[in-house]
Structures are given as C-alpha cells and as structure tokens.
C-alpha cells in the first residue's frame, strides 16, 4: 500500500513569494490533514478535509494561506504572499475516515524556507 | 484548554540501556493517545496508540506505553535502547470530539550514545 506522497520535498522562496505544496494521501482515506511544524515545535494542525469539504480551519491564517481538496483526493495548500515565519515544514496525513478511525498517516513533509 | 507536554527536550542514553520518555497531557474526557517517531528529514512514524482497555500498550520496535488517568500521563519505555532509536518523539492526544485533530507535545530528542 503506498503512502501519503507530498510534493515538493524542499523549497526555498523569498518573503512575498507565493509557493504551493500538494498532497496525495492513501488510497480510499476520506480525511485529510496539513500540519505546521515550525523548527523545535510539535505539528499544528492548519486544515482538515473530509472528503471535499473543510471540517476544521480554525487555525489557517486566511489572509494568506488557502487549501483545496476539489475532487476530495488530492490537496493543495497555498501561501501568498509568504512570510519569513512561514518557514517550516508542512506536513500532510491522511485517515481513513475521522469518525470512526483516529489514526492518521503521515507523508514525508515540505521543508519551506523563506528568506 | 487542551495541551501535551513532554517535560524533557533532550535526553541522552547509551546503548542497551532502558528509556522512559515522559508525556503528560491535559484534557476533559477520556484521551486518545499516540506516540510518534519523527527521524531526520522524515515524516511521522505511528509508534503505538491508547484507545481504551489495557492501560500497558505494546507498539512496534519494542516500545511500550502505559496510560496512567490518575497522573494524566503517557509515558513511552523500551527496555534496551539501540543506536538506530535516535530521533525525535512526539506525544499527541486525539481529539475524537473535534474530528480527530492531534495535538502535539513539543517534542523530545533523543540521542544514543556507544
């Protein structure tokens, strides 16, 4: 069974830039998540999906961050314009279904520095 | 409001030797309970969870975990440590009330010494 895939591994922006970063989670997993992790922090979680739908974006900074899930597959999350303390890595998981399983897989993260 | 903390930032141990990481979680109702294992440039790895039942867990690479409510802990063990464990372990609680988010603990680093 393969993973949660995110794309791309590592990018480097200048502050007002705007980047993109996508997320395939596993096959037939309803729920998805994108986590924050700043350096020396735990993950926050920034958004979750079900399906196609937004169940929690209580802490997604909307005036510069947005996501999408259209087709309630993939995902992608989007600063503009970036920040320097948008530097982290973002991390997707994925779950099979949030109502009735609580675990979440995790993909292997965007690194993003921002200068 | 809910929170994990993990008191210890670092902790070093020499090889064969026994690891406790300690975890300690606020929360109203009765918790789920995760750790994770995060290696350098990686994602999170599932260690072992806390649903309900049996408060000594068993997880993967010979990691254990015991739930005690009365101390609002999840401390993880394993009984000899080896080289390849060093990395970084998050304690997270799950929200099975607010879709299943996971509040993170900060985290703690632990390095392997020969």
């Known amino acids: 069974e393969a993973g949660v895939a995110q794309s791309p591994r590592y990018k480097i922006i200048e502050k007002r830039q705007s980047v993109a970063f996508w997320c395939n989670p596993i096959?037939?997993?309803?729920?998805l998540y994108w986590y924050q992790q700043i350096l020396g922090q735990g993950p926050k979680l920034l958004i979750q999906?079900?399906?196609?739908?937004?169940?929690?974006d209580s802490q997604l900074p909307k005036d510069r961050f947005s996501a999408e899930r259209l087709k309630g597959v993939d995902s992608t999350l989007k600063i503009q314009p970036a920040k320097l303390e948008d530097s982290a890595v973002y991390l997707c998981?994925?779950?099979?279904?949030?109502?009735?399983?609580?675990?979440?897989?995790f993909g292997p993260g965007t690194r993003l520095t921002v200068t | 409001a809910q929170s994990v903390t993990q008191p210890d930032i670092h902790i070093t141990v020499s090889e064969g030797a026994s690891l406790e990481l300690r975890c300690n979680y606020s929360?109203?109702?009765?918790?789920?309970l995760f750790w994770y294992v995060q290696s350098p440039g990686q994602g999170l790895q599932l260690l072992l969870k806390?649903?309900?039942?049996?408060?000594l867990v068993q997880g993967i690479k010979g990691f254990e975990a015991e739930f005690k409510r009365s101390q609002s802990s999840f401390n993880l063990r394993k009984p000899s440590v080896h080289w390849s464990d060093a990395a970084e372990y998050f304690c997270?609680?799950?929200?099975?009330?607010?879709?299943?988010?996971?509040?993170f603990g900060q985290g703690t680093e632990l390095s392997v010494k020969p």
């Open positions: 096959s037939g997993h309803a729920t």
């Open positions: 929360y109203g109702a009765t918790p789920y």
């Open positions: 999906f079900q399906n196609n739908g937004v169940v929690d």
């Open positions: 806390y649903f309900s039942g049996d408060t």
């Open positions: 997270a609680v799950g929200l099975y009330n607010q879709g299943g988010k996971l509040i």
């Open positions: 998981a994925s779950s099979l279904d949030f109502k009735f399983s609580y675990e979440q897989y």
